[in-house]
């Protein structure tokens, strides 16, 4: 099956610093990635959308300056989470899709954030 | 808005026993459907998915969902499960020819020699 990779896996950093998480569809042309956080014990839930050359779409309550998406390649989609604080300690997961909406879409292993 | 309801959020089970797990969706409109599973420590992997057809929808490791749209339900089945059965299982939906995943809470399944 299709292979989704996100790096690191694991991230610790200081309040205020910015970090970035990348997302690679190993063997597949990903032409939609997906971001999610998920929160212990709860549910994921969907950050934004983002298309191969286009800016990324966010979910309402999702400060696009904030989480910065970017999907310059088929492959590769990075999330770099700005000025970062306590409360954006979490679980970030990707997910890449290579057709349209009726296609499946593949998820990554997760990157744990941890902001100190 | 749409939401998605996983009423069993802990089961446990010894092998051998039957497996139902709950999966309920509000809206109106037409709907594609998925059961994912997350085994410990591994990634989400897509068990089975429900678009149109035959609403009995067969998955690896002989999962089976049933969609009945008049209860807004899409439960997941196992007859007999396993021990390596034990992981964490999201129902999620996404409206039709849409992007955006809902995704439950989860349940999660522990089996038991």
């Known amino acids: 099956g299709a292979v989704v990779s996100q790096h690191p896996s694991r991230v610790i950093c200081k309040s205020g610093t910015s970090v970035k998480i990348e997302c690679r569809s190993l063997d597949f042309q990903a032409t939609t990635m997906f971001w999610y956080r998920q929160f212990p014990k709860q549910s994921l839930m969907l950050m934004a959308t983002?298309?191969?050359?286009?800016?990324?779409?966010?979910e309402q309550g999702v400060e696009k300056d904030k989480f910065l998406i970017n999907h310059a390649s088929l492959t590769l989609s990075t999330l770099t989470v700005t000025s970062a604080h306590p409360e954006d300690s979490s679980f970030y997961i990707c997910s890449a899709r290579g057709g349209g909406a009726q296609e499946t879409q593949y998820f990554g292993p997760g990157t744990r954030l941890l902001v100190l | 808005a749409q939401s998605v309801s996983q009423h069993n959020h802990h089961v446990i089970l010894s092998e051998a026993a039957s497996l139902e797990l709950g999966c309920n969706y509000s809206y109106g409109g037409t709907v594609n459907l998925f059961w994912y599973v997350q085994y410990p420590g591994q990634h989400l992997q897509l068990l089975l998915k429900?678009?149109?057809?035959?609403?009995l929808v067969k998955g690896i490791k002989g999962f089976e969902a049933e969609f009945i749209k008049s209860k807004f339900s899409f439960n997941l089945r196992k007859p007999s499960v396993q021990w390596s059965d034990t992981a964490e299982y999201f129902c999620a939906v996404n409206a039709w020819n849409t992007d955006k995943l809902i995704f439950g809470t989860g349940t999660r399944l522990q089996v038991f020699p």
């Open positions: 429900y678009f149109s057809g035959d609403p």
């Open positions: 983002s298309n191969e050359g286009s800016k990324a779409t966010y």
